[in-house]
C-alpha cells in the first residue's frame, strides 16, 4: 500500500487545533514555533491527510525535529513549559470525557430503540 509522509510537526499541529480545539496562536505558542512556521505545518498536514483519505492511501508518520517534553534531553524544563503541558492534558481530558458522555448517551438511545422495537 502506498503511503503518504507526515512528520511529528505537522501531526502535532492537527493534534493541537482540531482535536485540542487550540488556536493558532495559542498552538504555536506551545510548540516552540512562529506561527507562520505553525501554519505551514497545519496546511501541510490537512492536505496530506486528505489525500490519504480521498485516495486511500496510508500515512506515515516519521521524522521531524522535536524534543519531548520529560524526557532526558529536557532534563530542567521551566515552569511555563511544565504550565502549558498541563493546561493542555486538562483540555484534551475535557474533550475525551465529553466524547465519552456522547457516545455514551447515543448507545443508550440505541438500546432503547432495540427495546421499543422487540
Request: glycine share 6%; proline share 1%; charged share 30%.
Amino acid at each position: 500500500m502506498q503511503a503518504i509522509s507526515i512528520s511529528l510537526e505537522e501531526l502535532e499541529a492537527v493534534r493541537l487545533v482540531d482535536l485540542l480545539d487550540l488556536d493558532q496562536e495559542e498552538a504555536a505558542f506551545f510548540m516552540g514555533i512562529s506561527r507562520k512556521a505553525f501554519w505551514n505545518d497545519l496546511m501541510n498536514a490537512r492536505k496530506k491527510i486528505s489525500s490519504a483519505l480521498i485516495y486511500g492511501l496510508g500515512l506515515k508518520i516519521e521524522g521531524g525535529s522535536f524534543v519531548l517534553r520529560g524526557s532526558e534531553s529536557t532534563k530542567d524544563p521551566d515552569q511555563q513549559s511544565r504550565m502549558n503541558e498541563i493546561e493542555l492534558m486538562k483540555r484534551e481530558l475535557e474533550l475525551l470525557k465529553a466524547r465519552q458522555e456522547h457516545i455514551a448517551s447515543r448507545l443508550a438511545a440505541l438500546i432503547e430503540e432495540e427495546k421499543i422495537e422487540s
